[in-house]
């Protein structure tokens, strides 16, 4: 007898900072959202796909929730509570924690409205001690009428297997919806200008990250019998101080965050890269509409 072959939408929620890009990178094998101990890394839906013998998952990882201060920080909430009315699975994710502040209690809220499953995951078990995820776990079961609790570690990769194979159950047969070389439908642009993003937030201090866009001024092939790609990148910033942290003594800040991310940007693209980065000083782009709309973020359909 033929298997069945199974689809279907899962969107991946939380507060910042719970390991929803990076968990969505572990499952899919690639790295296609960047990650970074500062919270709110996501700032677009990043639509990704799974495939195995058993069916096909897109998942849309999303920004965390949270309280927004400008209008970057609207469009990142909305992207995140739009996903609800689409999909088919809910991933909550959650950390390993006795207490439920503010932040979740308004998700579970959120959650009370979706008319899809909900499985809470809870994230980074490798941080506790065995007995103490138990205790965790009974935190948050009466929360919500939650499908199915999975307890994972998106990092060391402990039961993301189990993860995917209890979606696969809730799942209905479906179709195939994206042919099976396809990992996501972000533009190689925009993946691009993330990996830049990433290095940013990583090496600069807490006080910038969250003021600094990456737009990508050019990207193109170089003739010749060797794959090389000439990409030029502007980091966009709110503040002149900002700009002089950004380029660092003698350029070392800028130089490093190219040369770093000239790696990531190596190996997704498979080919040599010469990475020219410059530094814009743009004041308040995050509450401008015509600006966010310039650098990728764009209202949902």
Same mark, same amino acid.
């Given at each position: 007898m033929e298997k069945s072959f199974k689809s279907g939408f899962v969107t991946i929620i939380g507060r910042p900072n719970?390991? &929803?890009? @990076?968990?969505?990178?572990?499952? *899919?094998?690639q790295k296609i959202a960047i990650t970074s101990s500062k919270p709110q890394t996501t700032r677009n839906r990043i639509q990704t796909v799974y495939h195995d013998e058993r069916g096909q998952i897109i998942f849309l990882d999303t920004p965390g929730i949270h309280k927004a201060k400008n209008k970057l920080g609207e469009y990142m909430v909305n992207a995140a509570e739009s996903t609800f009315k689409e999909v088919d699975l809910v991933l909550w994710l959650v950390e390993p924690t006795t207490f439920i502040g503010k932040g979740e209690s308004h998700i579970a809220e959120i959650l %009370? &409205?979706? %008319?899809?499953p909900v499985i809470l995951v809870m994230n980074k078990i490798d941080t506790v001690k065995k007995a103490e995820i138990? =205790?965790? /776990?009974? @935190?948050? &079961? +009466? /929360?919500l009428d939650f499908a199915e609790i999975v307890p994972v570690s998106a990092v060391t990769g402990e039961s993301v297997d189990e993860l995917v194979t209890v979606m696969f159950d809730y799942l209905d047969e479906g179709p195939q919806y994206y042919d099976e070389d396809t990992i996501t439908d972000q533009p190689e642009r925009q993946i691009v200008a993330e990996l830049i993003r990433e290095k940013a937030l990583r090496l600069l201090s +807490? =006080? *910038?990250p969250h003021g600094i866009a990456v737009s990508i001024d050019q990207m193109k092939d170089r003739p010749g019998k060797r794959a090389l790609v000439d990409i030029d990148a502007t980091i966009v910033c709110e503040r002149d101080s900002h700009k002089g942290i950004i380029i660092g003594k003698q350029g070392g800040m800028l130089k490093k965050i190219g040369t770093n991310a000239r790696e990531d940007i190596e190996d997704f693209l498979q080919a040599k890269v010469n990475l020219k980065l410059w530094v814009k000083v743009k004041k308040d782009w995050r509450d401008s509409d015509f600006l966010l709309k310039n650098f990728g973020f764009k209202e949902n359909q």
């Open positions: 719970v390991g &929803k890009s @990076t968990l969505m990178n572990k499952m *899919i094998g %009370q &409205k979706s %008319q899809a138990l =205790e965790c /776990i009974a @935190t948050y &079961k +009466d /929360i +807490d =006080e *910038i």
